[in-house]
């Protein structure tokens, strides 16, 4: 089975902290993905990866930045956090694939509180 | 640009009851449709997917969604609802050409006894 991991349940930290949100897959999946769910909004996207080194920008990346030094790990970082940032973060990753249906599979996720 | 729509944010029912969870997706392309279920305090998992093929789509725990074309619809529903399925439903539309999702907003189906 496909696994994702999230270094966090829960994190607490201080507006104006540098917080780092880790993500690992261990099914070898090209494309990487980091959401953000709030209630009433649903899931959007903030940044995605196809590829080592590779990212792109999703919907709303305004505050956050990403890292992708390995196939298997993929990095949110806040640069300063914020109070507006408190949300679940949510990461996924997928096969690139050649029947192209990209079913994309969960982490637990991480409930980020900035105080 | 792709765009879904549940309408429902809370769905109330009771056990054994039937269900119908709505979505509405709107593309200028042809799109891939999903349904990912969410129980308290975990990630999201694929409760079935729309490809090509049959427009009715089958999970292994009894739910089932219509893709129609028409209507630019994909709701999903189960006949007989048990209070295990209380959790949080997403709709989804992927782009193949970007292997992006859109989600919905959610749809809260709460399972009373």
């Known amino acids: 089975d496909v696994k994702v991991t999230q270094s966090s349940r829960y994190l607490v930290k201080r507006t104006g902290e540098k917080v780092f949100l880790e993500c690992v897959q261990d099914?070898?999946?090209?494309?990487m993905f980091w959401y953000r769910q709030d209630p009433g909004l649903g899931l959007r996207l903030i940044y995605f990866?196809?590829?080592?080194?590779?990212?792109e920008k999703g919907d709303i990346p305004e505050g956050y930045s990403v890292s992708r030094e390995k196939k298997e790990r993929f990095s949110l970082i806040l640069e300063s956090a914020s109070t507006n940032q408190t949300s679940m973060y949510l990461c996924a990753s997928s096969f690139l694939g050649t029947s192209g249906s990209n079913e994309q599979f969960f982490g637990p996720g991480t409930r980020l509180t900035v105080l | 640009a792709q765009s879904v729509t549940q309408l429902d944010s809370q769905v109330p029912v009771f056990e054994e009851a039937p269900v119908e969870l709505r979505c509405n997706y709107s593309s200028s392309v042809s799109v891939y449709l999903f349904w990912y279920v969410q129980y308290p305090n975990q990630g999201l998992q694929l409760l079935l997917k729309y490809l090509s093929g049959s427009t009715l789509v089958e999970s292994i725990n009894g739910f089932e969604a219509e893709f129609n074309k028409s209507q630019t619809s994909f709701h999903l529903r189960k006949p007989s609802v048990h209070i295990s399925d209380t959790a949080e439903y997403f709709c989804a539309v992927s782009d193949p050409r970007t292997y992006k999702y859109i989600f919905g907003t959610g749809t809260r189906l709460k399972v009373l006894a």
């Open positions: 099914m070898d999946h090209e494309n």
């Open positions: 990866s196809y590829d080592v080194k590779m990212k």
